[in-house]
């Protein structure tokens, strides 16, 4: 459940910065996002054949897409709630 945390995190920092229009901060949230571990994943379960690998894999990627979309939403009508933006 970290991974899925991380990405939460990840685009709630990346949104405030979009909101902010702060690219450095932008910037900063791709640096802590753990993206890339599923992909690798993806790619070592599809050539070595282990198909268990491959398809938590893509199911980690899916589930971090969709935290990563519903939270970035909901923290941009909070800020726009609020009067931040």
């Known amino acids: 459940y970290s991974f899925v945390w991380m990405v939460f995190l990840s685009a709630i920092i990346a949104a405030g910065g979009l909101l902010g ?5 932008v910037v900063g949230s791709m640096v802590i996002a753990p993206m890339v571990g599923p992909v690798l994943t993806a790619g070592v379960g599809a050539i070595t054949g282990d198909g268990r690998m491959l398809i938590d894999s893509i199911y980690y990627q899916v589930a971090g897409l969709f935290v990563a979309i519903v939270g970035a939403t909901a923290f941009s009508f909070l800020l726009k709630l609020v009067g931040f933006v």
């Not at 229009?21 to 901060?25: F, G």
């Open 21 to 25: 229009d702060s690219p450095a901060i």
